[in-house]
């Protein structure tokens, strides 16, 4: 097996999962389909194609990424750290030592050097070629996601340019306010690579917006990657198998020929619209603010193409496992850079930006925020309002635990650092928009050479006594959901906790 080749492909490996519904019922793309997937969303449930749309011919699939299995189906992998540990693996080559060494090294390079896109002539997303009048947004079920929305937006999008100084590609996904039937907002926020490659052009940028497209490469689309590399590289790399492109009709642009339906068209760099106001990943309306105007060339699409969407709100939302997935992929990458640190955790409520926590292996006096310091510093994390530093003892997905150690090990005064940097975008509590404060937390056990006592022994039972109370457990007669002995009460998470706390 292999991770979906296309967005077809993805639906069958849902469906033969148990992880999709058809919906046959009409449904309206203003509102009510919201409302349908934050329920669906929250509950854990399934994947859904609704093939009913109000106004539209087309099809509309939602949530295929709402949990954590059909996450890891996507990348047809065991769990969301082993798509890491294989980008891990290719991190830490070491020149090989002996024969077999030689071959498996010999194989990482040619997963690398096979991740590269390849250009193909003929490609289904061009099965059917709408220009000029015909190229029309109206054919598309876009969804109005919440009530005090500007408009329409398309929210899953895989939007690609070329840097115009040295024609590298970037792709990411950026929301699309439709404005007409042939002009879109793009919401190039100022930290992101597709606004660079804008800003760099003098007059006009080629822009290619893919919609529907293997789970794998759609992800990569939301990846923070550093500017320099390729998204395509990257989802190549995590298929085992390159990205399949084929050149737009109307622009000099490479789009992947699996595509379900393709946006070509350009940005004219003086103008600008208002975008917004828009229900955002932070639970709150992002403000109206001006972005450029896309205005489309050429739409092309399969036949009976499947158009894919997202709703974000208030977290937990379909976007938490897509940010999971990035958590937990980047781990080993981070890891390269700041070899100290064992674990991090970017919680969900947290919108992502907001909160990280981070598990340290300390060494010296001042160590965790040499940590914070990093973490700052480091590509989109840099943008992350809070930064809590723990033991690497500690784990940093169980909040009550992390909490625990904040309130114990925490002097305010001294363990307390505010700062100020550079902050999301979105984020509308700074005073000034894009800067304010940074705050670090040193919830790890203090030397005397950091100001700190004697630091006090953690309690823990000897291991003579629990082993002696597991053998006798059961002649006691006290039955308890979990009787594992970490002193901790345990229920079994439901999905909503699963989702918000792993
Ligand atoms: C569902 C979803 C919607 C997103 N919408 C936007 C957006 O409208 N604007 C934006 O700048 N980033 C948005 N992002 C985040 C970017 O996709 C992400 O930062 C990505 O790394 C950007 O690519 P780049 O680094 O190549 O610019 C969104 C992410 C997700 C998962
Ligand atoms: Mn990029």
């Given at each position: ?9 993805w ?43 109000k ?26 750290d ?5 980008i ?60 005090a ?21 970037n ?6 306010q439709?404005?007409?039937?042939r ?19 003098n007059?006009?940028i ?84 001006p972005f450029?105007?896309?205005?489309l ?13 997202i ?16 958590e ?10 700041v ?27 001042g ?14 994390l ?5 930064v ?54 040193d ?8 100001g ?19 053998r ?21 998470p ?9």
């Amino acid at each position: 097996m292999a991770p979906p080749a296309d967005l077809r492909a993805w639906i069958a490996v849902l469906e033969r999962e148990g992880e999709l519904v058809r919906i046959g019922a009409e449904v309206d793309p203003q509102l009510e389909i919201t409302e349908i997937v934050d329920r669906t969303v929250k509950a854990g449930g399934p994947a859904l194609l609704f093939e009913n749309v109000k106004g539209s011919e087309r099809p509309l699939l939602i949530n295929q990424f709402g949990t954590e299995r059909r996450m890891c189906l996507a990348f047809d992998a065991p769990s969301l750290d082993a798509v890491g540990e294989r980008i891990g693996d290719v991190l830490e080559m070491q020149p090989p030592q002996g024969m077999i060494q030689k071959v498996r090294g010999l194989q990482k390079l040619k997963s690398i050097a096979d991740s590269r896109p390849r250009t193909v002539r003929r490609a289904v997303c061009q099965e059917i070629v709408l220009t000029g009048e015909d190229a029309n947004l109206d054919v598309l079920p876009i969804q109005t996601c919440w009530p005090a929305d500007a408009g329409p937006f398309i929210t899953l999008p895989a939007v690609i340019t070329h840097d115009p100084r040295d024609g590298m590609r970037n792709v990411g996904m950026y929301r699309l306010q439709k404005l007409g039937p042939r002009a879109t907002a793009m919401h190039w926020q100022i930290h992101k690579d597709g606004r660079a490659d804008y800003l760099a052009t003098n007059g006009k940028i080629e822009v290619a917006v893919a919609l529907g497209l293997d789970p794998v490469t759609t992800y990569s689309a939301s990846a923070p990657l550093p500017k320099h590399v390729d998204e395509l590289m990257l989802a190549g790399f995590l298929r085992g198998k390159p990205v399949e492109l084929v050149r737009a009709k109307t622009i000099s642009v490479d789009v992947p020929a699996d595509a379900e339906i393709v946006l070509e068209g350009t940005i004219d760099k003086d103008e600008v619209t208002d975008e917004g106001p828009f229900g955002d990943h932070t639970g709150y309306y992002t403000a109206m603010e001006p972005f450029p105007v896309f205005r489309l060339s050429a739409i092309t699409m399969r036949r009976d193409a499947i158009y894919p969407s997202i709703v974000v709100g208030k977290p937990p939302a379909e976007d938490a496992w897509l940010g999971k997935a990035t958590e937990r992929i980047f781990l080993p990458a981070i890891r390269m850079t700041v070899p100290e640190i064992v674990d991090y955790d970017l919680p969900v409520a947290g919108a992502f930006h907001n909160c990280c926590i981070v598990s340290i292996r300390k060494a010296f006096p001042g160590h965790a925020q040499k940590v914070m310091h990093a973490i700052w510093g480091l590509g989109m994390l840099s943008l992350t309002k809070c930064v809590v530093v723990v033991d690497e003892w500690v784990d940093v997905h169980d909040y009550e635990e992390v909490l625990f150690r904040v309130g114990a090990n925490v002097d305010p005064k001294r363990d307390v650092l505010i700062t100020e940097g550079p902050l999301d975008h979105l984020d509308h509590a700074p005073t000034l928009q894009f800067y304010g404060g940074k705050l670090g937390i040193d919830a790890t056990h203090k030397t005397p050479a950091e100001g700190a006592r004697e630091w006090p022994a953690e309690i823990q039972m000897s291991e003579e006594i629990r082993e002696l109370v597991d053998r006798r457990w059961s002649e006691y007669g006290i039955e308890l959901d979990t009787a594992a002995g970490n002193g901790r009460i345990r229920q079994s998470p439901g999905p909503l906790q699963r989702l918000l706390r792993r």
